[in-house]
């Protein structure tokens, strides 16, 4: 190497050790406390490559599981934000604001026991048992109508309203074996929707797909959701990369 050139790298890795935050792989507690928070998760790893102004990452990328995300409980969920500026400042009360970013990506698996937690904590039935063959939820359940049990049966979908919110729509609803209107139906929608939008999250994804699958139901920012997720082998390359 000429002296020029090895000049060039010792500049290089100083530079790298002089960077705020951690290079890629490595922790940093605040940064965890402030996606904990976010997605109110202890469960949950994080790699980066900062860059070269404070506060400002050349790559973030998240793997979280038993996720909250607006309101709905997820099994795992994959994020990616490329190019990202965060508010320093915000950083260090330990919450997460996002000045800018040049690109982002998303990922997540949310399983039927998860939810049967969300339409439970809806406080609309007494009991409830989900399943799904792919394509459809069903449900089973005992709704309190005046102190009366009544029984519920049901199947609806999931789908992408726009880009960023996911809707609950009902296809078919019994009521102690009597079907409802659909106008009563609506209305119940009503009550529901979006179970899941990204309102003050510090981040929107563009989501493409959703599709059901038999353990409940897959969203992705990818245009197939079924499709081999780049960004979680994405993440898992970089932390096998960076493993002691």
């Known amino acids: 190497m000429t002296g ?8 290089a890795g100083l530079m790298l050790i002089l960077l705020p935050g951690t290079a890629a ?21 994080i790699d980066m490559v ?6 400002g990452y050349a790559r973030i990328s998240v793997h979280a599981k038993n996720a909250n995300l607006g309101g709905m409980l997820v099994d795992e969920v994959w994020f990616k934000l490329v190019g990202v500026t965060l508010d320093t400042s915000a950083l260090q009360r330990g919450s997460l604001k996002i000045l800018d970013s040049r690109g982002t990506a998303f990922y997540t698996r949310i399983g039927v026991q998860r939810l049967q937690e969300y339409f439970l904590g809806l406080n609309a039935f007494q009991d409830i048992r989900l ?11 005992t709704v309190p109508y005046r102190s009366v049990p009544l029984k519920v049966w049901l199947k609806g979908r999931f789908s992408i309203n726009g880009s960023q919110e996911i809707y609950f729509h009902v296809d078919n609803m019994r009521v102690n074996g009597f079907p409802l209107f659909s106008p009563i139906i609506r209305m119940m929608e009503a009550q529901i929707n979006p179970v899941m939008n990204q309102r003050g999250w510090p981040v929107t994804f563009m989501i493409r797909s959703l599709q059901m699958t038999t353990d409940g139901f897959v ?25 002691p």
């Open 4 to 11: 020029g050139r090895a000049h060039v790298a010792l500049a």
């Open 25 to 45: 792989g490595q922790s940093n507690p605040t940064l965890a406390q402030a996606f904990g928070r976010f997605l109110q998760t202890d469960d949950m790893q």
């Open 50 to 55: 900062p860059d070269l102004y404070e506060g």
């Open 131 to 141: 399943w799904s063959d792919g394509t459809s939820i069903y449900g089973e359940g």
């Open 219 to 243: 969203l992705s920012s990818q245009a197939d959701a079924l499709a081999p997720c780049v960004i979680c082998a994405e993440f898992d390359a970089a932390v096998q990369a960076t493993a």
